[in-house]
Every structure is written in C-alpha cells, then in structure tokens.
C-alpha cells in the first residue's frame, strides 16, 4: 500500500514570495490533515479535511495561508506572502477514520521543509 | 480543549537498558485516543503505539509498552531493551473525538553503545 506522497521534500524561498505544497493522501481515506512542525517543537494542525470539506481551519492564518482538497483526494496548501517565520516542516497526514469513528490513527507523508530567507 | 505535556527536552540511555518517556494529558472528551510517535532525523513521523481511553489493559507492541493511568492523566512510552535506532525524537499525542491529533513538545532520546 503506498504512503501518503508529498513535494516538494524542500524549497527556499524569499520573504514575501509565494510557495505551495501538495499532498496525495493514502487511497480511500476521507480525511486529511496539514500539521506545520517548527524546529524543536511538536506537530501543529493548520486544517482538517473531510472528502473535500474543511472541518477545521481555526488555526489556518488565513491571510496568507490557503488550503485546497478538490475532488476529496489530492490537496494543496499555499503560502502566500511568505514570512520568515513560516520556515518549518509541513506535514501531510490522512486518516481512514472519520470524527468520532475509529482510533483516529494519522499517517504521515515525510514533509515538505521550507526555508524563508 | 487538549492539551499534551512531556516535560522531558532529552533523556540518554544505555543500549539494552529500558527507559520510560514521560506524558501527561488534559482534555474534556470523555472519549479520546493517546497515541505515541518516533520522529528520526529523517523527518517521518512513525507510530508506534495507541491506547484507547476506555481499553482496560495497557497497550504493548513489541518494546514497546504505554503506561496509561487514567487517574493520573497519564500516559507513558516504556521502551525496553534499547537499541542505537531508537535515538529519534518521541512524540506523545492525543486525539479527541474531533480525530484531531495534538502533540506535545517531544521528548529527544539518545541510546549509548
């Protein structure tokens, strides 16, 4: 069974240009999660999917952060200006399981590192 | 609201030696999941093992064992006989009935030859 595939592994960018990264979860799990991870620090949600709607972006910083998961696969997140403090991992995962259901057990795709400079 | 704490930055231990990764919970889900995760250098995040608010027995994988104590509001990973590839960073997790995992701030953990 494939894994959840993320790209890119790494992109540096300039402050204030605009990058974006895209996830392919595992086949036929419904939700998605991005999780930002700064250095030395745990995992952050940013936005939940369920099939292609959001559950939960409250900790999404709307103004320059956007996520998309068209036809309930496959999911972009965007940065755009970018900020030096938005150099971080960005963590695909996608779970079988939806609320409430199951054990809630994420699977991880390896990351997309970005460095702002 | 969740909340995950591992008050330990960095613990070393002996090769084949058992060591105990420290973690506590607070949520208000009568429901939840408690999960652990092992991050190398790599950057993957790799599970490990789960543990169900309502399971009776402690969960064990291998070398792996969780220490849950409802009362207390914990949720320790016992690793026994260590080995120079557990040195990864651990993370705890809780998810609610939400399905949303939130982390604590891990634990970096070192084996010595």
């Known amino acids: 069974e494939a894994g959840v595939a993320q790209s890119p592994r790494y992109k540096i960018i300039e402050k204030r240009q605009s990058v974006a990264f895209w996830c392919n979860p595992i086949?036929?799990?419904?939700?998605l999660y991005w999780y930002q991870q700064i250095l030395g620090q745990g995992p952050k949600l940013l936005i939940q999917?369920?099939?292609?709607?959001?559950?939960?972006d409250s900790q999404l910083p709307k103004d320059r952060f956007s996520a998309e998961r068209l036809k309930g696969v496959d999911s972009t997140l965007k940065i755009q200006p970018a900020k030096l403090e938005d150099s971080a991992v960005y963590l695909c995962?996608?779970?079988?399981?939806?609320?409430?259901?199951?054990?809630?057990?994420?699977?991880f795709g390896e990351g997309s590192r970005l460095t702002v400079l | 609201a969740q909340k995950i704490t591992q008050t330990q930055p960095g613990m070393f231990v002996q090769e084949k030696e058992a060591v105990t990764l420290d973690c506590t919970y607070d949520?208000?889900?009568?429901?939840?999941?408690l999960f652990w995760y092992k991050q190398p250098s790599s950057g993957e995040m790799i599970f490990l093992i789960y543990?169900?608010?309502?399971?009776?027995q402690n969960a064990t994988e291998g070398r792996y064992s969780l220490n849950f104590q409802k009362a207390r509001k914990s949720a320790n990973l016992v690793i026994s006989a260590s080995q120079l590839g557990d040195s990864a960073m651990y993370f705890c997790?809780?998810?609610?009935?939400?399905?949303?995992?939130?982390f604590g701030s891990g634990t970096q953990l070192t084996v010595l030859p």
């Open positions: 995962a996608s779970s079988l399981d939806l609320p409430g259901q199951g054990s809630g057990e994420l699977f």
């Open positions: 086949s036929g799990h419904a939700t």
């Open positions: 999917f369920q099939n292609n709607g959001v559950v939960d």
């Open positions: 949520t208000s889900d009568p429901s939840y999941g």
């Open positions: 543990q169900g608010s309502y399971d009776q």
């Open positions: 997790a809780m998810a609610g009935s939400a399905r949303q995992l939130t």
